[in-house]
């Protein structure tokens, strides 16, 4: 399980070649931030500014994409967040379902691409069940994603009444994984 911690700060950026970053070095920053369990990264050098966050804080990506400049020739805004046209499908059922089996309550989605777990390990009891009354603190899920274990929370407040995905099996960002009555 993705936990947050502050006792063991990450190394400090390395400085860019150039007014921007590379991805080698964010990629750098990214394996920092999952070996020290950490959630959140800023920084700021020479004119580019780099801010990172994992997990499912849907919110700070929107508002992150929102302040980008739509002109920035910097790499970054790509790096740092997912593609705009990604948030266009939040409520769209999973291409593998049938149509009979769309969504028709509030859906708590998928906030990156990976494998979903029902429970923390194999065997394990689900973290949440259908009947189970959730709100924006609640964890639902785990999604695997380049190797580190990530705890999803329901952005939304409701009860479970249907889980949308298998267990184990590949998720899209924006994917619909539980719908829910309000």
């Given amino acids: 399980m993705a936990k947050r911690t502050t006792s063991k700060p ?18 750098e920053i990214v394996g920092l931030m999952a070996e020290n369990n950490l959630t959140y990264f800023h920084s700021e050098q020479k004119g580019a500014k780099l801010e990172l966050r994992r ?6 990506v929107k508002e992150l994409l929102q302040s980008l400049p739509a002109s920035s020739g910097s790499h970054v ?6 593609a705009p ?21 509030p859906t708590i989605n998928s906030p990156m691409v990976g494998t979903f777990y029902r429970s ?8 949440s069940n259908i009947g189970d009354s ?19 929370k329901a ?7 249907r ?3 298998e267990d184990g099996k590949p998720v899209q960002y924006g994917q619909p994984l539980f719908e829910l009555k309000a």
């Fill in 77 to 82: 805004s790509y790096a740092a967040a997912p």
């Fill in 85 to 105: 046209a990604a948030a266009a499908a939040p409520s769209v059922a999973p291409a593998a379902a049938p149509a009979a089996e769309a969504a028709m309550g």
């Fill in 120 to 127: 923390t390990a194999p065997g394990e009891k689900a973290i």
């Fill in 163 to 165: 889980v949308l995905v």
């Fill in 55 to 60: 997990g499912s804080d849907l919110e700070a």
């Fill in 155 to 161: 952005d939304t407040r409701g009860t479970i009444v």
């Fill in 10 to 27: 990450a190394a400090p950026a390395p400085a860019p070649s150039s007014s921007a970053y590379d991805l080698k070095q964010i990629r």
């Fill in 134 to 152: 959730v709100d924006e603190n609640s964890n639902v899920c785990i999604i695997e994603a380049m190797k580190v274990m990530n705890e999803i």
